[in-house]
């Protein structure tokens, strides 16, 4: 009688459970409305993309909306927009030329650029079909058909439409190609070394790259396989054997004047292979072997630096040697806003003919020195010196007439800030000093000694990520802020330094541009983003919150999604999107359209949150980012509990007794963390692609950001020690439900680190489920929907109780369009 009385109680207890938290019906076809490619038709642009005109104030834009696409030609100095053309009698004039039917709603044009002032050139396809002119095609080979391109010229002035019938579009760059400033000579790789060739013969090469005639000069001979002078990564070793003897990218950094150019080369030939086996090639499986460096690993990359004579043909080292095992970077000097447009840009170093800048940093970090180079002599004088007990981190210095002074980035008093030194690197003054973080320089003004530059956390009660534009003289007065709102703002400014276009939004509002002048005034309202057939399907924007980290005083941001059908009443279950950092969070700041992870998962009938960490964004205090310095497996999981913690005491229809977790990446390692250090908190995870043990990921993010210790012995040899705590050390802490996912041939993550956690829970006796995604590197690439269904289906059992799903994925399916022959 008693067990019988156990049983009933037991009985009632599982009857209460259920009534407490009853399955619920995932919404799936809610979810499957807001699709990529659903989205795709719902909204269109979300900012002002400035294509600056060239010793102009004036740029150019196309923005698109539920009416279709409109070109604008601005002019900042008359503070005046203006259509580009007219489209319907564009629509009207290529339907004439082109015979082929246009309107005012659909025009396609490409390649638009401006060739003088007044004019551009664009390009318009047609559906006529003609034979490629194709100068590589061997004797007798059939002629290959391609759709005829039309070109034309328009004139801003008269709106006069011109047909270029004679036109030859200048072909696009290779990526082989490194073109001198002066546009005379081409240097690349081949075969493991450099080589240069003419203008004349250059031309050859873009008609036909195997073209035999084509001359071409050795500049070394003495590169080999993974002591080369150029680029052969990121290649498969049957594409590595194919194209063994191509031409290959070279990084180089050229002089202004072209007679000079500095490269890094690198010997990995030490550094261990690593491999990934691709299991679907056809017709047999291939293997991919490349290098990789992982964390306290003896056998490390070396970095030297050559300075080449383009005159004399001949290189030699600088000699910039200093710690063991350094990394040796050249500054390449900005890319004018006003030539993204070129058919090619030229990468110059940062100086000038005369000399030019590197940083030289340090294995564990903590070290980064600032050099410059005299070219003629080879002399390197160091100019600034970064020391932390923690990483370094740096950002490009700007040159002040001509390299007489220099505005330098550092952390060095807890917060990033900007800081003017002499040429021989001796401190003038600090430029912007207190508790706010300074991003990166936008544009100098010489003349008026003004720095023009983004930061966050300045302005007072506001989120303090959302990043603004100020401006400050070099001396450290007239800090002004100069495009005020709390929004998340993104800067374009002109070459000038005379204006710029403020893109601005919230994950709540609709995104805005407008034109400012360089003093902060407000001179045109230029676009709001369309959301109307966005908000039609019932979408609504997230929310956004403030809680308490766990230490109870530092404040973390975030963002809460719900779905679209939110019912008050109802208790639902709560799923966190991480991702840990250090180098960023998982926090949306600005306006998107949305996206898997957060907006689209939530509506299957959960509510997702994502929220910061200490040792998170690197855009706080130096305190703040480096907070995990050496717990890089278990820094920020307190805080992503207590913020579930404090929303659910906030909210009481978040149920904290169904709480989810999910990231990729680091966010993948992270969330397996959380399910192993907080068993009995976090009930379901799916950990995509987590770097789980961070002994076998890159030595850069691991050894940076956990950190490695360097020690010299006795006779005065250095090395590094490298130890951390890794996910599958807890494998047996596991309770709740989790999914680990992994692409097979992932070069970044390697698919090691999943199947190690696999190994460890198998041995544990722990039931688990694996997701692997042939064919697929890091990002999942075609498979990016499946796996989101895959998501969905997990969540839907584990936290919502649905376990309806059919064999087939109904959802994926009703988007495929049937066609053929029957």
């Known amino acids: 009688m008693r067990k019988l009385l156990l049983l009933c109680c037991c009985a009632v207890n599982i009857v209460l459970l259920h009534a407490q938290t009853p399955a619920a019906k995932a919404n799936y076809q809610l979810a499957a409305r807001f699709s990529p490619k659903k989205l795709d038709k719902l909204v269109f642009s979300t900012s002002v993309d400035a294509h600056w005109l060239k010793n102009s104030t004036r740029f150019w834009y196309m923005y698109q909306t539920t009416a279709g696409k409109n070109w604008y030609l601005v ?83 008269n709106a006069a439409l011109t047909e270029l019938k004679d036109f030859k579009k200048p072909k696009r760059k290779p990526e082989w190609a490194s073109i001198a400033p002066n546009q005379q000579t081409v240097v690349f790789a081949r075969r493991f070394n450099l080589y240069w060739m003419d203008s004349a013969n250059y031309r050859k090469a873009l008609l036909n790259e195997d073209d035999s005639t084509i001359v071409e000069h050795a500049l070394t001979t003495d590169g080999v396989e993974n002591y080369a002078y150029g680029d052969n990564s990121n290649e498969t070793n049957v594409d590595r054997e194919k194209n063994k003897n191509k031409r290959k990218p070279a990084y180089i950094n050229w002089s202004p004047d072209s007679r000079h150019f500095a490269m890094v ?156 030194y002499d040429d021989a690197g001796h401190l003038k003054n600090q430029i912007t000093s207190g508790s706010f973080h300074c991003e990166d320089i936008i544009g100098v003004d010489e003349a008026k000694r003004v720095l023009y530059f983004s930061a966050n956390g300045k302005e007072p009660n506001e989120d303090p990520y959302y990043l603004h534009f100020y401006k400050v003289n070099f001396d450290g007065t007239g800090l002004k802020l100069l495009n005020p709102g709390e929004f998340e703002h993104a800067m374009s400014m002109d070459d000038s330094h005379a204006f710029f276009v403020d893109n601005f939004s919230r994950v709540n509002t609709a995104p805005k541009s407008a034109l400012y002048s360089a003093d902060g005034r407000k001179l045109i309202d230029l676009e709001t983003t369309d959301l109307s057939s966005l908000m039609a399907t ?8 403030k809680v308490k980290a766990d230490d109870g005083i530092t404040d973390l941001y975030g963002v809460l999604y719900k779905p679209y059908d939110f019912d008050s009443t109802k208790k639902y279950p709560v799923v966190e999107y991480v991702y840990p950092g250090p180098q960023t969070e998982a926090v949306n700041k600005a306006f998107s359209r949305g996206a898997d992870r957060t907006d689209r998962i939530a509506q299957i009938g959960i509510i997702v949150v994502t929220v910061g960490n200490r040792g998170g964004n690197p855009s706080r205090s130096k305190w703040y980012h480096n907070y995990g310095y050496g717990n890089l497996r278990d820094y920020g999981l307190a805080d992503k509990k207590a913020a579930i ?26 969330s397996t963390a959380a399910m192993l250090v907080y068993p009995d908190f976090f009930k379901v995870a799916v950990s995509s692609s987590g770097n789980h043990d961070n002994s076998i990921y890159n030595r850069w993010w691991s050894e940076k950001h956990h950190g490695v210790k360097e020690t ?111």
């Open 75 to 157: 002019d900042a100095a008359k503070a005046e927009k203006k259509p580009l053309f007219d489209n319907e009698k564009m629509a009207t004039a290529l339907t004439r030329i082109v015979k082929d039917p246009f309107d005012a709603q659909h025009l396609i044009i490409d390649s638009i650029q401006f060739t003088s002032d007044h004019s551009f050139r664009f390009e318009v396809k047609s559906s006529q079909d003609v034979e490629k002119k194709d100068t590589s095609l061997k004797k007798g080979t059939p002629p290959v058909k391609e759709k005829k391109v039309f070109y034309f010229e328009y004139n801003t002035d």
């Open 538 to 545: 019932g979408y609504k924007f997230p929310e956004i919150f």
């Open 645 to 670: 913690e404090q929303l659910a005491d906030r909210y009481h229809y978040i149920d904290i007794n169904r709480v989810g977790i999910h990231g990729h990446s680091g966010g993948g390692f992270m």
């Open 265 to 420: 080369r690198t010997d990995q030939r030490r550094v261990k292979d690593l491999w990934v086996i691709n299991s679907i090639a056809e017709p047999r499986p291939t293997l991919e072997t490349y290098k990789y460096h992982m964390p306290g690993e003896k056998e490390a990359p070396e970095d030297e630096l050559l300075l080449f004579d383009m005159e004399a043909h001949s290189e030699k080292p600088v000699q910039v040697q200093q710690f063991k095992d350094q990394d040796i970077s050249i500054w390449s000097a900005p890319q004018p806003a006003a030539s993204r447009d070129d058919d090619y840009r030229v990468q110059t170093w940062l100086g000038s003919n005369a000399q030019f800048y590197v940083s030289r940093t340090s294995r564990d970090l903590k070290r980064i020195d600032l050099l410059r180079v005299e070219v003629a002599s080879g002399v390197v004088t160091t100019l600034v010196q970064e020391r932390m007990n923690t990483y370094v981190e740096t950002r490009r210095p700007a040159l002040i007439n001509g390299g007489k002074e220099l505005v330098e980035w550092s952390e060095q008093d807890g917060w990033a800030h900007f800081y003017l």
């Open 712 to 822: 010299i012995d006795e006779k005065g040899d250095t090395s590094f020690v490298y130890a951390i705590d890794k996910n599958p050390d807890l494998a047996r802490n596991l309770k709740g439900h989790l999914m680990l996912t992994t692409g097979d041939i992932d070069n970044n993550v390697h698919p090691a680190n999943t199947i190690r956690v696999v190994n460890a829970l198998i041995k544990a006796n722990k039931r688990f489920d694996l997701m692997l995604l042939p064919g697929q590197r890091h990002g999942y690439g075609d498979m990016q929907e499946f796996f989101f269904w895959g998501l969905a289906d997990y969540y839907s059992k584990w936290l919502l109780g649905d376990f309806s799903q059919p064999v087939d994925i109904v959802e994926m399916d009703r988007e495929q369009q049937q066609g053929g022959k029957k």
